[in-house]
């Protein structure tokens, strides 16, 4: 069994539990030895008023015994190398795929770009995103043109 945590709040919204909390949490699911941890962060790549990445902390917190997967502003495949560089087991791609559905083979082995935001109502349309869905995502600020 894996937990999905978010230890960040949106800069637009923030509500939520704090990070050094996320952070009792990890500590607390350790013991529990669940089988991997997953960061949904806004940026993995976000420094914290420390200096240093949350991830770091993250990986410091669970001591190297649970893999971390973890995703957070990860577009291109350098900024997936760069996201395992910094210690994530599994580097996971959230808007990068809602916007690029085949960006594993397009970004990650073939080298392309993906597709970012802002996107058109009409390249998700041709993405095979649902009505409800991109009317959901119509609501996150500069997701769609």
């Not at 978010?6 to 704090?18: K, L, T």
């Not at 990068?96 to 597709?115: F, H, L, S």
């Not at 802002?118 to 609501?139: C, N, Q, W």
């Amino acid at each position: 069994m894996g937990v999905r945590l978010s230890p960040q709040d949106s800069e637009s919204r923030p509500v939520g539990i704090e990070f050094n909390e996320t952070l009792e949490l990890i500590t607390k699911l350790e013991d529990l030895n669940v089988s991997y941890i997953h960061l949904s962060a806004w940026d993995v790549f976000k420094k914290d008023n420390d200096g240093e990445c949350i991830v770091s902390k993250v990986k410091k917190a669970i001591e190297n015994k649970t893999p971390l997967m973890a995703a957070g502003e990860i577009w291109t495949q350098a900024q997936a190398q760069k996201a395992h560089e910094l210690g994530i087991d599994i580097v996971a791609i959230g808007k990068a795929a809602i916007t690029t559905p085949d960006w594993p083979i397009r970004v990650y082995k073939n080298g392309d770009n993906p597709e970012f935001t802002p996107v058109t109502e009409a390249h998700l349309k041709s993405a095979h995103l649902g009505t409800d869905f991109i009317k959901y995502m119509s609501r996150w600020p500069g997701f769609l043109k």
